[in-house]
């Protein structure tokens, strides 16, 4: 039995005896409705075709990374300087072999996530480097902000997932910031969740702690982080983001290989080329990732937004988002991959209507796509560049609106209220009947932060608006925040290595093997 | 040759020397997407069945309406007091009789709606006693805020209907009211309107002014008016919207047979039942309309919300109502009639986040359930309650996103980009290559009132929501609004026709028949 083994067993039965978690777990989603499609069977051709001519004759760029040079010229592409050009028998070989549903751990193993198929993940807000609120504004986020949001996720019933970078501490000197996220994922929080992508090496130290919570095998059965590899579109990887999914590979880490276009800009102004364009993209890391480790766990990820032609800015919420969102789904399924796309997107500063409008603009379409890992479901203001402390809250309220819509119309006699027509007369009442009183808790979707009060009791209570009402609700939620227990030899563990990497990292010493 | 028919060429000889209009005439909405469904065939057919069931077992309350009661016997329905139980058999043969689709003139003839089939029509908000704004809150409507609306309507590009009751006019007797809202949509607009259900007489008056406007044979080819009518559930129609359907149908305009349903208080709090309740009323309706004259134009209506089970107020934006608007689609398609719902809904008072959020979350559902007719697209607070000049203004904004959605994603050669492509290396940049020269003013959605602007430029100018954006909107429209031309003898008739019926209300004197 070797060390990590034995590890994993002390882990084990450590689990055993944990007391049961206190959070109540999170209920997982399963789109039961029929998919919205935008695209016809021949539209999908189309678009695979289009991409299949661009990975052979214009080729991606991999920049500063030769070994993955050498890796696909290795594996059967044709490799000149950094352009790689791989054709499609070549590329779906290694495509297919990713596989087309897995399981990611969370550490209470009841939020165990199982990704893909009619599965829906949501996760908060990935990368704002500003926070906002009604009583402060916008302002650089800190650690503090990114504990807030950790244990602002772990309350929050409809997300199911810890998400990763929430806000970027720009308190913590850069090359460790990673330790300080990781930590507070796992430690104030018990869902699965992402890890890092700034370097290779904040990669190992993201598996490294990712064994230390899981054990080193449990972890190669299904994976325990997820990491966000973004193309540098178009038509572009990087050594950072090429390092780091190299990292992930190897341990079987999922990964999600998402083109970041804004359309117009990293790709021509037209729907259908940006689409195999990022068809391009997400297929060729993917591709990477098999050649590397092949069932390697992958998602096919979208993040499409289009460039507003009078300020240069992106938009969020519109028509275009939409359909890019369905279509992208659309080539997602035609490859059996799970598929990322989607959040609560707005280009709005504040939670104010028009935040509201182009949100819910891209939550609808998100689900209805049948999205699997819905990044950014919580808390996206200004395009990305602020978490938004009401606009998380206000968001979950949508993510709870979600979670009832996919279970659709139930047919059941039972439904059909047989009894209560009996009972009520034409022209009649039905919020006293018998049926109403049997369903009345269950029956609608009851709110958090929206409020139907008529105008006067709104009145009488301030006026208040929708973003004021949220901004009670996180203060409140933030006051009665309990940790997860953690097993303490677990957490003994994971502060010994992250002082040690901090110690190393401060010294400018290279990264040395974690031996627990 | 009649009366009526000289009138007729007269009007027509008239029309042929106007100038032509000088507002741009709406583009018609053809939706070329495939429709979104939530219903399997034989949820379909179990809610079919339900409604078979409840009209034949349950029937439909007619009150204060003889006339209406004979109707029904005379054709077969069984009639027991006021109580019409009918078989599926003699319903669906007279609902058959509907036309699947038909044509509702405007007085710019350019404006002339195709209802029914793929086509989405936008009409504005329906109903309110209030209206709100930024600068004075929620008060009393006015004639002058008709007056405004009808204005805002007109140049409102997105709109493709002058709606109806656009507020109440509460400053001007209730007997009268109606004469002047007509005239306020005739003479401050020229697209197609919608006509007075609150009394017998106020349809006939509406069929008088819109036969002055049209003719009176030329009505009776296409309709010249549409009008709602409601049911007032459960299970239950009066004689104020059955004498007013009467009037229509006779004069072979065109109704909307819509129920009004909060579910949980008007029908049970099961979306089976209330769906089923919902299509045995509509169908009713319509039926009722095509016994008593054949080839009838119908809409099949659906307004159905949700009840608070905490506030006992109506809720919007949920997933219950979007569950019931995609289902209500699909069961007008099966009896092949056109489908009139959704809208922009929110229980919000003022346009807040929460109106947003709810807003889109109807809209969308609404476009992409296939809604043919949307009364309500724009202006709707508070339940309909109020309606709000800057939400009028917001909406639009949807309304406007929406004619894009709708024409899904081209697949030509040019939209593939092939020559950007030749031209822009990976890793570079699109915004300055010919291909996107060529479509940058066309690509993408460009917004009106949400702005994309950064923080930074966004506080530089005051820091201002999107409802204060759109306060300085609505008054820069009125301020540029210049009424359409229209004909000076029409006017005058039209004129002195309600000077006529005002003196005949205000007399108490019956109505005489209209002779021109």
């Given at each position: 039995?070797?060390?990590?083994?034995?590890r994993?067993?002390?882990?084990?039965?450590?689990?055993e005896?944990?007391?049961?978690?206190?959070?109540?777990?999170v209920?997982?989603?399963?789109?039961?409705?029929?998919?919205?499609e935008?695209?016809s069977?021949?539209?999908?051709?189309?678009?695979?075709r289009?991409?299949?001519?661009l990975?052979?004759d214009?080729?991606?760029?991999?920049?500063?990374?030769?070994?993955?040079?050498?890796?696909?010229?290795?594996?059967?592409a044709?490799?000149?300087?950094e352009?790689?050009?791989?054709d499609?028998?070549?590329l779906?070989?290694?495509?297919?072999?990713?596989?087309?549903?897995?399981?990611?751990?969370?550490?209470n193993?009841?939020?165990?996530?199982?990704?893909?198929?009619r599965n829906?993940?949501?996760?908060?807000?990935?990368g704002p480097?500003?926070?906002g609120?009604?009583?402060r504004?916008?302002?650089?986020?800190?650690?503090d902000?990114?504990q807030?949001?950790a244990?602002?996720t772990?309350?929050a019933?409809?997300?199911h997932?810890?998400?990763?970078?929430?806000?970027?501490?720009?308190?913590?000197?850069?090359?460790?910031r990673h330790?300080?996220?990781?930590?507070?994922?796992?430690?104030?929080?018990d869902?699965a969740?992402?890890?890092?992508?700034?370097?290779?090496?904040?990669a190992?130290?993201?598996v490294?702690m990712?064994?230390?919570?899981?054990?080193?095998?449990?972890?190669?059965?299904?994976?325990?982080?997820?990491?966000?590899?973004?193309?540098?579109?178009?038509?572009?990887?990087?050594?950072?983001?090429?390092?780091?999914?190299?990292?992930?590979?190897h341990?079987?880490?999922?990964?999600i290989?998402t083109?970041?276009?804004?359309?117009?800009?990293?790709?021509?102004?037209?729907?259908a080329?940006?689409?195999?364009?990022q068809?391009?993209?997400?297929?060729?890391g993917?591709?990477?990732a098999?050649?590397?480790?092949?069932?390697?766990?992958?998602?096919?990820?979208?993040?499409?937004?289009?460039?507003?032609?009078?300020?240069?800015?992106?938009?969020?919420g519109?028509?275009?988002?939409?359909l890019?969102?369905?279509?992208?789904?659309?080539?997602?399924?035609?490859?059996k991959?799970?598929?990322?796309?989607?959040?609560?997107?707005t280009?709005?500063?504040?939670?104010?209507?028009?935040?509201?409008?182009?949100?819910?603009?891209t939550?609808?379409?998100?689900?209805?796509?049948?999205?699997?890992?819905?990044?950014?479901?919580?808390?996206w203001?200004e395009?990305?560049?602020?978490?938004?402390?009401?606009?998380?809250i206000?968001?979950?309220?949508?993510?709870?609106?979600m979670a009832?819509?996919?279970n659709?119309?139930?047919?059941?006699?039972?439904?059909?209220?047989?009894?209560?027509?009996a009972e009520v007369?034409?022209g009649?009442?039905?919020?006293?009947?018998q049926?109403?009183?049997?369903?009345?808790?269950?029956?609608?979707?009851q709110?958090?932060?929206?409020?139907?009060?008529?105008?006067?009791?709104w009145?009488?209570?301030?006026?208040h608006?929708?973003?004021?009402?949220?901004?009670?609700?996180?203060k409140?939620?933030?006051?009665?925040?309990e940790?997860?227990?953690?097993d303490?030899?677990?957490?003994?563990?994971?502060?010994?290595?992250?002082?040690?990497?901090?110690?190393?990292?401060?010294?400018?010493?290279?990264?040395?093997?974690?031996?627990?």
């Amino acid at each position: 039995m070797s060390t990590r083994d034995r590890r994993s067993n002390r882990r084990r039965e450590r689990r055993e005896r944990e007391p049961a978690p206190i959070a109540k777990a999170v209920e997982p989603l399963v789109n039961k409705l029929p998919l919205t499609e935008v695209l016809s069977e021949e539209g999908v051709d189309a678009i695979h075709r289009a991409s299949m001519r661009l990975l052979k004759d214009n080729g991606i760029l991999v920049i500063d990374y030769p070994p993955a040079l050498e890796t696909f010229r290795a594996h059967g592409a044709r490799v000149e300087g950094e352009l790689v050009q791989i054709d499609e028998e070549t590329l779906l070989h290694f495509v297919q072999q990713a596989p087309a549903t897995f399981t990611q751990l969370a550490r209470n193993p009841s939020n165990t996530l199982p990704v893909g198929g009619r599965n829906i993940i949501f996760a908060p807000v990935y990368g704002p480097p500003f926070v906002g609120d009604l009583d402060r504004g916008r302002r650089q986020a800190t650690l503090d902000d990114f504990q807030n949001f950790a244990k602002l996720t772990y309350m929050a019933q409809h997300l199911h997932h810890a998400g990763g970078t929430l806000v970027e501490p720009n308190d913590i000197d850069l090359p460790e910031r990673h330790l300080d996220m990781l930590l507070a994922h796992i430690t104030l929080n018990d869902k699965a969740y992402m890890g890092s992508v700034t370097h290779a090496d904040n990669a190992r130290d993201t598996v490294t702690m990712t064994e230390i919570l899981f054990g080193a095998e449990a972890i190669r059965q299904n994976p325990g982080v997820i990491s966000l590899i973004n193309a540098s579109s178009p038509l572009r990887f990087d050594d950072r983001m090429f390092g780091a999914l190299e990292v992930y590979a190897h341990a079987r880490q999922a990964v999600i290989v998402t083109p970041f276009i804004i359309a117009g800009a990293m790709s021509p102004s037209t729907m259908a080329a940006t689409l195999a364009q990022q068809n391009a993209e997400a297929l060729f890391g993917i591709c990477y990732a098999q050649m590397l480790n092949p069932g390697t766990p992958c998602i096919y990820g979208s993040f499409l937004a289009n460039i507003d032609m009078k300020s240069g800015a992106p938009c969020f919420g519109t028509p275009e988002n939409a359909l890019a969102l369905y279509a992208g789904a659309q080539m997602a399924r035609h490859y059996k991959l799970p598929y990322r796309s989607g959040g609560n997107f707005t280009a709005s500063r504040i939670p104010d209507a028009q935040a509201g409008y182009e949100s819910a603009g891209t939550i609808w379409p998100t689900v209805q796509a049948g999205v699997n890992f819905v990044l950014h479901a919580a808390g996206w203001l200004e395009g990305g560049l602020i978490t938004g402390y009401e606009k998380f809250i206000l968001d979950l309220e949508m993510c709870g609106m979600m979670a009832r819509y996919v279970n659709g119309i139930g047919l059941s006699d039972e439904d059909f209220a047989w009894d209560a027509y009996a009972e009520v007369e034409p022209g009649g009442h039905f919020l006293g009947a018998q049926h109403t009183m049997r369903h009345y808790t269950t029956a609608f979707y009851q709110h958090t932060v929206f409020s139907m009060d008529n105008y006067e009791k709104w009145e009488e209570e301030g006026s208040h608006d929708s973003y004021r009402r949220a901004n009670k609700i996180w203060k409140q939620m933030l006051k009665e925040y309990e940790a997860p227990p953690l097993d303490e030899a677990i957490a003994a563990e994971l502060n010994t290595f992250v002082e040690h990497r901090r110690a190393e990292i401060r010294a400018g010493q290279p990264r040395a093997e974690w031996k627990s």
